[in-house]
């Protein structure tokens, strides 16, 4: 079976030949004849289906094989409904498999996986993991932010809050000087002896969620992102530079870009206090089963009581901070919001998870020009986890639903 399930996909994408005909000599070929597609709940799937076409590409697909993917067709639709108008990404994962529950981009092509983004906000999330698993921090610790952090000249602005405050309320706040204060304590505080050591272990944490290189979704084209190196900073500011010099990535901006895939990973990575599995589209081709890269877990480099402690941070986010209207599902979820600023625009961004105990899926929205986060990724999140969870939308928020496709962005 393996790279079987990345064969097949490939070739859907690819486009299978067309006419039917098996090259001569190559066995494998066979793999890729698809009789018939069904979705995670045994729906047959058009082949001509745009919703299909959305992950797989234009190809047609021939005879011969049955494929079952991952996908949730209804929430597939769903998401493509909420984001029609608007240009970005909705991918959800089922936490404990890696199944790719949905994948929507808006245009067409797929943004999800092949877009890097400026995180933003929803960045603090890792932040906060490789902080407290360094033990630069602990749940305890507070920081100062008035208004934001300010030393000498910089000032990275926030918005007006409580100060100070601790891990849990700067999570559910997506402070900005809480998260630079941490940051500037682990590249300076002396603990690695140079700032480039203590970038060397920062970057070996966050690739260990999967940042930085591609996750091995079973689709082609899936983008790297980027996690920075020292040796890049050493080379711009020629040897000269520190915590300071580099702290827009403490917040998720600089030089850091992660796909939505990579954010909904993170999503999951928390949902399972500290582990992932390699998100997949393809669950099964005719009874037979996945690569098995698809079904080991991936430990990542931190502790499940890191995880913990930003779980409370992102729980009281959905109560009470900036993800509070996720308080009126009928389910506790977890969220954390962006808005990220990307060359003059808005970006509206969000990660979450639900429920809270037993996580069931984990989701990742980015729409570019959105705005805040709590306009567009919140509501989008909320609706896609509703969905999942409950089956359908309760009344109330099939009338949000509608809203939010209302609202078209203009570019
Ligand atoms: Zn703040």
Redesign the pocket.
């Known amino acids: 079976m393996k790279h079987f399930a990345l064969f097949i996909v490939a070739l859907l994408i690819a486009g299978c030949t067309g006419n039917g005909q098996k090259a001569k000599g190559d066995q494998s070929i066979d793999a890729a004849d698809c009789e018939k597609i069904m979705d995670r709940n045994g729906k047959t799937v058009e082949r001509s289906d745009t919703i299909l076409k959305e992950i797989l590409g234009e190809a047609g697909v021939e005879t011969g094989k049955s494929v079952t993917l991952t996908i949730d067709y209804e929430l597939q639709r769903l998401g493509k409904e909420l984001i029609e108008g608007k240009q970005g990404a909705v991918v959800a994962l089922e936490p404990s498999t890696g199944e790719v529950l949905c994948m929507v981009s808006s245009p067409t092509d797929n943004r999800c996986m092949m877009k890097p983004y400026t995180p933003g906000s929803v960045f603090k999330a890792a932040q906060a993991l490789v902080l407290m698993s360094e033990g630069i921090i602990t749940p305890e610790t507070h920081y100062p932010?008035e208004?934001?952090f300010r030393h000498d000249s910089l000032c990275i602005a926030?918005?007006g809050?409580a100060?100070p405050?601790t891990l849990t309320e700067?999570l559910s706040?997506a402070?900005?000087?809480?998260f630079c204060h941490g940051f500037l304590d682990m590249m300076n505080g002396g603990k690695y002896g140079t700032v480039q050591e203590a970038m060397k272990k920062w970057r070996e944490d966050m690739c260990s969620f999967g940042f930085g290189d591609i996750l091995g979704i079973d689709l082609p084209h899936e983008s790297r992102g980027i996690i920075p190196k020292a040796d890049y900073y050493d080379m711009v500011y020629d040897g000269q530079w520190d915590g300071q010099t580099i702290l827009s990535i403490a917040i998720g901006q600089g030089e850091v870009m992660t796909t939505p895939l990579q954010l909904a990973n993170l999503s999951a990575i928390i949902a399972n206090r500290g582990h992932f599995h390699i998100p997949h589209v393809v669950k099964e081709i005719r009874g037979d089963t996945i690569d098995s890269k698809y079904i080991s877990a991936q430990q990542t480099k931190v502790s499940r009581y890191a995880c913990d402690a930003v779980i409370l941070g992102m729980r009281l986010s959905a109560t009470r901070g900036t993800c509070w209207t996720l308080s009126q599902l009928p389910f506790e979820a977890c969220g954390i919001t962006g808005t990220t600023i990307s060359q003059g625009h808005d970006h509206s961004v969000f990660i979450g998870f639900a429920p809270v105990d037993d996580p069931k899926i984990a989701v990742a929205v980015y729409v570019e020009n959105g705005g805040w986060g709590a306009k567009f990724g919140v509501p989008i999140g909320g609706l896609v986890m509703e969905k999942f969870l409950n089956g359908k939308l309760s009344e109330a928020s099939g009338d949000f639903a509608r809203q939010i496709r209302m609202q078209q962005i203009d570019f």
């Open positions: 932010c208004r934001g926030c918005h809050h100060s405050l700067a706040q402070c900005n000087g809480y």
